[in-house]
């Protein structure tokens, strides 16, 4: 049995990043393999390309592995803010400090390949997907970026690419192939909404449909639903895990905005042949952007249980709660 974290979109700009996580490192550091949704490149190197882009400090990487991160997701909206050098200089600082990365990639290859994490004779396999992005983000057989599945009201409900999806559930099966276990990011949804869209859950089904046994969501800054799909857990959106103003358009930090703040983190215990069991961590973002771990007498933690119930009740998802941990599966 391993120990698995991941928490919800990780955009840090500030001078010292371990200050960002220094309340809730134990909880990372505990796990086997902790996991995040990397929201816009590391960089200095900030060509800009996007209104409002999201490089983040170099000292983000330093904060990412002493964090204890070992997989990110860079399959989101923000990977190329800062062109094709600012995605190269981040996936090369990845790889020098031996934190895997999937998503992304210098072609459409790359970007859709599953990275294997081995740990105590378990394999898992990782796999990202975006569904909301800028043009010319998604990778190409010539091109670098990211890997997608496409979603438009255009198309017939529920309104996504049919070849993307098939080419997802490719993705997934030949996954199953090389590992016990295989996770599942998708950055999806609307900004910010509690409310699935159509395609979320459409996406999420057909992604344990093809073998995956575990789905992550990110996107919304705001939390989502839980739903329990054939026995796998559905994490439609983890909110926000840090994120920081940005330096170059000095904005107002949305972490401000009160739905932004409220956050979980999963907690899962995996065996070669599913996920055992697993909880959540209620936690908040406090003034100084860091995420703090809740006491289940604390009102913000009764509050963010309150809405996770709210918005899991549609699904028939029920928690437990126990030494301020909310479980799913025990």
Same mark, same amino acid.
């Given at each position: ?35 995040? =949704? ?5 960089? =200095? ?22 964090? #204890? ?26 790889? @020098?400090?031996? &934190?895997?990365?999937?998503?992304? #990639? ?22 990202? !997907? ?8 998604? /990778? ?25 999806? /098939? ?21 999806? #949804? ?17 992604? &344990?449909? /093809? ?20 026995? @796998? ?28 703040? %409220? ?9 070669? +042949?599913?996920? +055992? ?9 406090? %003034? !100084?952007?860091?995420? %703090? ?5 604390? +009102?913000?933690?009764? @509050? ?11 699904? #028939? ?12 599966? @025990?």
């Amino acid at each position: 049995m391993i120990t698995f974290v991941a928490v919800g979109d990780l955009y840090c700009s500030r001078d010292e990043p371990m200050t960002a996580v220094e309340k809730i490192l134990p909880v990372i550091k505990a796990a086997d393999i902790a996991f995040c =949704n990397l929201e816009g490149p590391i960089t =200095n190197r900030p060509h800009v390309r996007v209104p409002y882009p999201l490089p983040q400090s170099l000292k983000t990487i330093d904060m990412l592995r002493e964090a #204890g991160f070992n997989v990110v997701s860079f399959a989101n909206n923000h990977a190329l803010d800062c062109g094709f050098d600012g995605f190269y200089q981040t996936l090369t600082l990845l790889k @020098k400090y031996d &934190i895997k990365y999937v998503g992304a #990639g210098s072609n459409i290859k790359e970007a859709r390949s599953p990275v294997i994490v081995e740990c105590r004779g378990i394999r898992i396999a990782f796999l990202a !997907y975006a569904s909301f992005f800028s043009v010319g983000d998604p /990778a190409t057989s010539y091109k670098p970026g990211i890997a997608v599945v496409r979603v438009d009201p255009r198309f017939e409900p529920p309104h996504i690419d049919l070849d993307d999806l /098939a080419e997802m559930q490719e993705d997934i099966k030949e996954a199953k192939t090389k590992a016990d276990i295989v996770i599942v990011s998708h950055h999806w #949804g609307a900004d910010p909404s509690f409310t699935l869209t159509m395609h979320q859950k459409a996406i999420a089904h057909a992604s &344990i449909d /093809a073998g995956a046994d575990l789905v992550i969501g990110h996107h919304p800054h705001v939390l989502q639903g839980i739903e329990i799909y054939k026995g @796998k857990i559905i994490c439609y959106s983890l909110s926000n895990f840090i994120f920081d103003p940005t330096p170059l358009t000095g904005r107002i930090p949305d972490v401000l905005r009160d739905g932004w703040r %409220e956050s979980i983190i999963l907690n899962c215990y995996i065996s070669k +042949e599913r996920v +055992e069991k697993a909880f959540f961590y209620p936690i908040y973002i406090n %003034e !100084y952007g860091q995420p %703090e771990k809740l006491d289940q007498r604390d +009102e913000k933690f009764q @509050k963010i249980l309150n809405l996770m119930e709210k918005l899991s009740k549609p699904f #028939g998802t029920t928690f437990i709660i126990e030494e301020n941990k909310v479980w799913i599966l @025990k």
